[in-house]
């Protein structure tokens, strides 16, 4: 069948692969020509309450099943995907929730996107964590390493920072639309890593960036022209790294509140860097000096 749903009363067979059908099945004598399955189309639901969020593609989908199966509402699969998704199946049919193998046409309208990857969750969001109450659970920690982000909204932007952040053991990201990390287009740039990174809800991000102060981290931002060299730079243990739209930068008011300017040297040739790209290299140099 093209749409699978639990059964109450009936045990499955674990071993048995859920797209296929059982001996039993097979073994029944008809008179009926044999049709072959074929996806159907489903009733897609043109909106998703606040609480929740779509994800797609296959490394994103994964993790997240990993990590916290339980916010899987509904599966929306491909033919070709589904032997790769067997026990998420399995999983949700066991839970009495709905998966559908349906084809790529009725993928993209689900997913509202053509880079679905052949597979398509309806997943409960990650509650929303303050940086304040960031701040409090993490309070006896001697390294760690938040980033701020001062208007950066682009979703592929924001979700290749957060799988540098997930690479780079950070905890959090500043930011005051924590849900933009978890749309379907960030969380697949993010390849699985928006699992390991929260947003840190906050709505003045200057009052914000005091409190971290306060909290015992140094505030670092970035600039294409002035700063010390980020690799003649020693980055204290913790860290708030500011990063902000790519053509304007970081407000004035956040700007005067770092303790330390860095500068990615480089050639010249170009004005900047792509806000994802130098965030990864700070990152990566604050991770190889707390080694």
């Known amino acids: 069948m093209s749409q699978h749903r639990a059964k109450s009363g009936k045990t499955a067979n674990p071993l048995q692969k859920p797209w296929t059908k059982t001996d039993k099945t097979a073994n029944v004598k008809s008179n009926r020509k044999e049709v072959q399955a074929k996806p159907q189309q489903v009733k897609i639901a043109k909106s998703v309450q606040d609480n929740e969020t779509k994800v797609y593609s296959a490394n994103a989908c994964r993790v997240l099943f990993q990590q916290r199966p ?3 509402i509904r599966l929306y699969v491909s033919d070709k995907m589904a032997p790769k998704f067997a026990d998420v199946m399995k999983y949700l049919a066991a839970t009495k929730k709905a998966y559908h193998i349906v084809d ?10 053509g880079h679905h990857g052949g597979v398509v969750m309806l997943v409960k969001r990650k509650p929303t964590v303050t940086l304040a109450q960031y701040l409090q659970q993490n309070s006896r920690k001697r390294q760690d390493c938040l980033l701020a982000l001062d208007g950066v909204g682009n979703a592929h ?5 957060t799988r540098s952040c997930a690479h780079f053991d ?6 005051k639309q924590p849900e933009l990390l978890q749309s379907g287009a960030a969380l697949r740039t993010a390849e699985g890593g928006g699992e390991f990174v929260d947003g840190l809800a906050c709505d003045n991000l200057p009052l914000a960036l005091k409190l971290c102060k306060e909290a015992g981290y140094t505030l670092i931002t970035t ?24 053509m304007f930068g970081v407000s004035k008011n956040v700007a005067q509140s770092a303790d330390i300017a ?7 040739k170009v004005e900047s860097l792509n806000v994802s790209v130098a965030a990864s290299l700070i990152l990566g140099e604050w991770y190889r000096q707390q080694l």
């Open 157 to 161: 932007n924001l979700g290749a920072i």
């Open 70 to 72: 339980e916010s899987v």
């Open 223 to 246: 600039s294409s022209h002035g700063g010390t060299s980020l690799y003649q730079s020693t980055l204290p243990a913790k860290v708030v790294i500011v990063f902000g739209e790519e």
């Open 262 to 268: 860095l500068q990615i040297p480089g050639s010249g």
């Open 104 to 113: 790529d046409a009725e993928l993209e309208k689900v997913a509202a996107s």
């Open 170 to 175: 950070v905890g959090g990201i500043i930011i």
